[in-house]
C-alpha cells in the first residue's frame, strides 16, 4: 500500500508566479490535511478536506491560497502570485475516518522557493 | 488557545545515553497526545501516541507517558543510537476537531 504522494518534492518559482502542490492520499483514506512548515519551526495546520468539500480552512491566509481535493484525483493547493515568505515545505496528510484519535499520515513534502 | 511547547534543541548525546525531550501542552479538554520523528529531508511519521490520560505509548524503544495532571508528555529513550539522529515533534489533536498542533520540534544528533 503506497504512502501519502506528494508532488513535486521541490519547487522553485519566481516571485508573482503560481506555485501548484498535488497529494495524492493513501488508498482509502478520503480526509487530506495542509500543513506549512517555515525553516526551523514547527507545522502549522492550514487546511482541511474531504471529497470536494472544505472542511476547516481556519489555518489558510485568505488570500492567494485555495485548496481542493475533487472527486478524482488529487488535492491541489494552489498559492497565486507567490512572495518570498510563502518558501517553506508543505506537507499533506491523510487519514482514512474523520473520527478522534485516528493516525494522520504524511506524504515527504514539497519544498517550495521563491526567489 | 491550545499550544505545545517542546524543549528547545539542539540536543547532541553520545552513543547509548538516556534520552529526554520535554513537552507540555495546553488545551481545552482532552486531546490526543503525539510524538512524530522527522528524518532530514523526509516528511514525519509518527512515532507513538496516546489518547487518554496515564496512556503510554511506546515503539522502538521510546515511551512517553500521559500526564493529566502536569500537562506533559515527555518523550523518553534509554539507550539512543546513532540512527535516532532527526528532528522529534510533539503534537495534540484538538478535541472535536481534525488538525494537529505542532511544537516547534527539537532536533537531535547522537554521536558515535
Known amino acids: 500500500n503506497a504512502g501519502v504522494m506528494q508532488n513535486p518534492r521541490h519547487l522553485v518559482r519566481r516571485r508573482g508566479q503560481e506555485a501548484r502542490l498535488r497529494c495524492s492520499p493513501m488508498?482509502?483514506?478520503?480526509?487530506v490535511y495542509w500543513y506549512r512548515q517555515l525553516p526551523e519551526e514547527g507545522l502549522k495546520f492550514m487546511v482541511y478536506l474531504q471529497k470536494e468539500n472544505i472542511i476547516d480552512e481556519s489555518g489558510m491566509p485568505k488570500e492567494r491560497f485555495s485548496a481542493e481535493f475533487p472527486k478524482e484525483g488529487p488535492s491541489i493547493l494552489r498559492i497565486q502570485q507567490v512572495v518570498r515568505g510563502d518558501s517553506a515545505a508543505y506537507f499533506c496528510?491523510?487519514?482514512?475516518?474523520?473520527?478522534?484519535?485516528?493516525?494522520?499520515?504524511f506524504g515527504p513534502g514539497t519544498r517550495l522557493l521563491v526567489l | 488557545g491550545d499550544s505545545v511547547t517542546q524543549m528547545e534543541g539542539p540536543v547532541t548525546l553520545s552513543e547509548e545515553a538516556f534520552l529526554t525531550i520535554n513537552c507540555t501542552y495546553t488545551a481545552t479538554g482532552y486531546p490526543s497526545l503525539f510524538w512524530y520523528v522527522q528524518y532530514p529531508g523526509e516528511g514525519l511519521q509518527l512515532l507513538l501516541k496516546?489518547?487518554?490520560?496515564?496512556d503510554k505509548g511506546s515503539n522502538k524503544g521510546f515511551e512517553a507517558t500521559y500526564r493529566k495532571e502536569t500537562t506533559s508528555f515527555h518523550l523518553e529513550k534509554g539507550s539512543v543510537q546513532v540512527s535516532d539522529s532527526a528532528v522529534y515533534f510533539c503534537?495534540?489533536?484538538?478535541?472535536?476537531?481534525?488538525?494537529?498542533?505542532f511544537g516547534q520540534g527539537t532536533r537531535l544528533t547522537i554521536n558515535p
Open positions: 503534537a495534540l489533536e484538538i478535541q472535536g476537531a481534525q488538525k494537529l498542533v
Open positions: 496516546a489518547t487518554k490520560a496515564d
Open positions: 488508498k482509502g483514506h478520503s480526509h
Open positions: 496528510a491523510s487519514s482514512p475516518l474523520a473520527v478522534r484519535q485516528e493516525t494522520q499520515y
